[in-house]
């Protein structure tokens, strides 16, 4: 017998031809369904805005079965008007301003996504036109969809005819922040519809990483007296300041550092690398942080047809070269959950035996935490196949020990390369600083590549200056381990699961009947504290799982104050929801 495959749900964008079907089921849904209008004998509903209005529809067999109307910038007035004042409205009405309407499914389709996908359709036809902010006045009994989009209710409520509505509005900004938790899902629904809008189903992907902390200290840095008043633990930044010879040296020559080129090739800086780290000078390749190296190096030594192993969960960055910049094959080592995310080293050495082009292993990781132990990997990188050009990434090894780091193994090998950071540890993430040690042979292949003054001359001052003052830096990862095991303690009293670690941040999954990631990440960003959703890093955390850097004792009690009170708010809507 052969089997029927499921109609393909389309979206596009409904043209002439389509207002008609759409302006009758405005009359079913609106006048005959929920009486928000009077019956009319037309049998169909239109206004002024559809002369300036955008539609998107939905279609299954060619049928439309749900819509969505998009009001732009430049239109006589909005829907909005007609019920509130501009001047009572926290958000300005400017070019960037798109409203949103009219999202409707026909009844016998509202058990499948149609209202979830029209909405994201509707976000990504803003998104393409450079919109800043969608505005809207959703029917209370499909709140949830919009809710799950982004869009915060400002709790004012309008009345029409026999319906409810609620005004709600988010910025583009704030859209992207909830839709990274779901990228499983859109992947899924990718495969599943067709996709007919003019735009691509998502756009060009930028890595994401935290900082969203700065949206609110003004996008040009206007409202910087401010920060004391922000917690940024959506970035791994260390709590404590750089070492005190740093900051004298940089602020006794600042405006000479400001105004001087630096050494074009950071010679210095790479005499006292090499020297607090016991390799020849050969063996490192200064860079102006991690991802100038991890963008130069990946994109240099691999192609469209390199196959490359990852541990999963892992440093977002990595997947993003290798898939969308470099457009290569990466494959997935899954560390499991119930195992507290550990490497198994008997495991990543069975991988090994597939002969990859290349395996990056951030160890520590990011963003579990974990770590595997210098003898044990070096065991198994011992044994890597020649052909297999391996990268550790050491960002965060002096959490691990002062005897973890695989610099000297590296520069030994034929095929080990380190990333060395020197933002987190050193406290120097505002320089831009880090290097690559390993076989000089290998870093000879890169030099080409490396543009003259990689390095600020400010951001090599600081490195020189922090590698001479190994006593305060050891004092404050020894500090870190006492307030991370603390604030785990207190994480853990919160109904939090906390992930093991060695590092200055802590891997949480939440828990019980509480909100998901993102609408808690919401709800703390309100009281100044920024999380980073950690499904946002690695969809395979899931949407429930958040990452917390740690701070100082003071700042690590606020935090344990605004969660708690998160958490207790009323629930988020669920992913499964469907209007």
């Known amino acids: ?25 405005r009359h079913d849904v609106y006048a005959r369904e929920l009486g928000q209008h009077a019956e009319n004998p037309e049998g169909r509903l239109q206004d002024a805005l559809d002369a300036y209005n955008v539609y998107l529809g939905a279609r299954l067999r060619g049928r439309i079965v749900g819509f969505v109307s998009l009001t732009p910038p430049g239109s006589p007035r909005y829907s909005v008007d007609k019920y509130l004042a501009r001047e009572e409205l926290p958000f300005p009405f400017d070019d960037g301003l798109h409203e949103v309407r009219l999202l409707t499914v026909v009844e016998e389709c509202r058990g499948l996504p149609v209202a979830g996908l029209l909405m994201y359709a509707a976000f990504r036809w803003v998104e393409a036109r450079g919109g800043t902010r969608l505005v809207a006045i959703g029917r209370r009994e499909v709140l949830s969809v919009y809710l799950k989009a982004g869009m915060q209710p400002l709790g004012r409520e309008v009345r029409s005819g026999a319906v409810t509505f ?9 859209i992207r922040r909830r839709l990274a938790s779901y990228q499983a899902a859109l992947r899924k629904y990718e495969a599943r519809i067709d996709w007919r809008l003019p735009m691509p189903f998502r756009a060009p992907e930028a890595c994401l990483h935290g900082g969203s902390f700065f949206t609110a200290l003004g ?50 800086m790479v005499r006292a690398i090499a020297r607090a780290r016991g390799v020849a000078p050969a063996c490192i390749l200064p860079g102006g942080g991690s991802s100038d190296l991890i963008f130069l190096a990946l994109r240099e030594w691999l192609s469209p047809a390199s196959h490359v192993l990852l541990l999963d969960p892992g440093y977002g960055e990595y997947a993003h070269v290798l898939e969308n910049v470099v457009g290569c094959r990466a494959d997935r080592l899954p560390l499991a959950r119930e195992d507290g995310y550990a490497l198994a080293p008997e495991r990543l050495a069975d991988a090994l035996e597939r002969a990859y082009d290349m395996l990056i292993v951030v160890n520590p990781n990011s963003p579990t935490g974990r770590h595997l ?8 990188l011992a044994g890597a196949p020649d052909g297999t050009r391996v990268w550790v990434d050491e960002t965060y090894v002096e959490y ?15 095929n080990v390369l380190i990333c060395k950071s020197m933002s987190k540890v050193y406290a120097l993430s505002g320089a831009r600083a880090a290097y690559l040690c390993g076989p000089a042979a290998l870093l000879q292949e890169l030099r080409r590549y490396t543009p003259p003054w990689a390095v600020s001359l400010l951001a090599q001052v600081a490195a020189v200056q922090a590698l001479q003052d190994g006593e305060y830096y050891r004092a404050r990862y020894a500090e870190t381990a006492e307030l991370r095991e603390r604030l785990a303690a207190e994480l853990q009293r919160l109904g939090l699961e906390v992930m093991p670690s060695v590092t200055n941040f802590l891997l949480c999954h939440l828990t019980g009947d509480g909100p998901e990631a993102a609408v808690l990440l919401d709800r703390c960003r309100d009281r100044s504290l920024f999380l980073r959703d950690a499904g946002s890093i690695s969809p395979r955390l899931g949407s429930r799982s958040v990452r917390i850097a740690v701070k100082d004792a003071e700042t690590n009690r606020r935090m344990v104050e605004i969660l708690e009170t998160a958490l207790a708010g009323s629930a988020g809507p669920s992913l499964t929801d469907e209007p």
């Open 1 to 25: 017998m052969t089997q029927v495959e499921p109609a393909k749900l389309t979206l596009d964008l409904a043209g002439a031809d389509d207002r008609e079907v759409i302006y009758r089921l």
């Open 219 to 268: 996008e040009e840095f206007d409202r910087l007296d401010e920060k004391a008043a922000i917690i940024n633990a959506d970035v791994l930044d260390a709590w404590y300041p750089p070492a005190p010879g740093v900051v004298a040296a940089l602020r006794e020559h600042l405006p000479w550092l400001l105004q001087t080129s630096p050494p074009t090739g950071c010679e210095g």
């Open 166 to 174: 609620e005004l709600l509005t988010a910025t583009l900004e704030q």
């Open 400 to 414: 691990a020990g002062p005897d973890q780091s695989l610099e000297r193994f590296a520069a030994g090998s034929a």
């Open 373 to 380: 132990p210098r003898e044990a990997l070096e065991e198994v």
